[in-house]
Nanobody, 116 residues
Framework: QVQLVESRGGLVQPGGSLRLSCAASGFAFSTYAMRWYRQAPGKERELVAEISSIGGNTNYADSVKGRFTISRDNAKNTVYLQMNSLKPEDTAVYYC?????????WGQGTQVTVSS
């Protein structure tokens, strides 16, 4: 079955950095685009970044452009989100996502808290 397992997030000070990873299994990882979403308390889940199947194309939410970088290693079936210059408003649960075959798949989510 399809599994998406995010790495542990954590508590980071404003201006700090954190890298999330998402290990995928149960499907042909290199065939599909991958995405990172986040959901802050009281807010809707929003798309943070997405990357095409071979990594040639990426897109970012305006709020994270220039600070976050999405990447993937198809040999390791893993997608990454490098987060730099973190702000308190980046505090959220971050989710790994993919969709194919008319279905959408989510990881369990990982909490990222940016606070001093």
């Amino acid at each position: 079955q399809v599994q998406l397992v995010e790495s542990r997030g954590g508590l980071v000070q404003p201006g700090g950095s954190l890298r999330l990873s998402c290990a995928a299994s149960g499907f042909a990882f290199s065939t599909y685009a991958m995405r990172w979403y986040r959901q802050a308390p009281g807010k809707e889940r929003e798309l943070v970044a997405e990357i095409s199947s071979i990594g040639g194309n990426t897109n970012y939410a305006d709020s994270v452009k220039g600070r976050f970088t999405i990447s993937r290693d198809n040999a390791k079936n893993t997608v990454y989100l490098q987060m730099n210059s973190l702000k308190p408003e980046d505090t959220a649960v971050y989710y790994c996502n993919t969709r194919f075959g008319l279905r959408t798949y989510w990881g369990q989510g990982t909490q990222v808290t940016v606070s001093s």
